[in-house]
């Protein structure tokens, strides 16, 4: 009894320096196989158990299953640690090239929209104008009413409006989104006194069918210079400083008669086609003419209604559309192209 008691020992040192020495799960397997397969010492041990006198067999049974338990333990746990351990080949073949050239992330750009609303806007900041912005939900009083556009005036149906529903917005007043800049003259001379120098870009709402060069969402910047002896020939200089800035040195401008509620006179600016230099061509559908803009002296009824003085103040107002602005100046012939999210096109605006 004490020889196999001490075989039963070796034995279990022998197995456990064994497993632990095991380099992969193949060896790991060898020594299983070795100490605890069908023809391992300790299995044929197990076996005769039963030959064994009655007094020795639950001494030598009890420290054989112990060393078997303590066998299988230990190759679980060595299994667990070499399978965390990348093999050789595996180290070998996913080695790190530190040599290969990294990716270049891609680098974002401000949309062609931003960046033509930023240029036009710095170019009035540098004529003095301040930039502001202003609300895009608006009630009636600013968007219509203020500007001399009462209501059933026929001219409510230059613009079609996207009314917000009162009962859900809990309002009394009629309220809106706005459908140009125009209410922020009126928002802005509410709160100063002249002198007035402000452009006002930001979005607008329309509800209209969209085309290749209408959307029912869409930027307007608006003008307004307000202060004592201020004329038509400035509005003329003004405009004309900027579409030379704009679209180059030797651009001329075409003013005509046109009509908008809030001035008086009103007109429409259009610039002498740079691409066929006046001739006509397909971008100035054979006119010679791009307009550009809207604009004109404001009216004495919106001054006014202000609280100013229309006999002491006078000003121009004017109000362009950038994506129109952009269209021109880069050729760019549908206005949905903008909001597409094509990269091939919006990466041609570096
Ligand atoms: N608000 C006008 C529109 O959306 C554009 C406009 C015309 C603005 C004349 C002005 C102006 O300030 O003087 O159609």
Redesign the pocket.
Known sequence: MEALRQELDDLKASALDQIDQSADPAQLEQARVQYLGRKARLTAILRQLVALPPQERPVIGLLANQVKQAIEERIAARRTALESVPSDEVLATDRIDVTLPGRWPTVGRLHPLTQIIREICRIFAEMGFAVIEGPEVEWDYYNFEALNIPEDHPARE??DTFWIDPTSAQVDKPMLLR????PM?IRIMEQTKPPIRVVVPGKCYRYEAVDASHESQFH?I???AVDEGITFADLKGTLYAFVRRLFGDERKIRFRCDY?P??EP?VDMSIDCFRCKGAGCRLCKMSGWLEIL???MVHPNVLARVGYDPARYTGF???MGPARVAMLKYGIEDIRLFHDNDLRFLQQFP
């Open positions: 230059m613009w459908t140009h800049t125009s003259q307007q608006e003008g307004l908008f809030f001035v009103g809207g604009a004109g107002a004017f109000g």
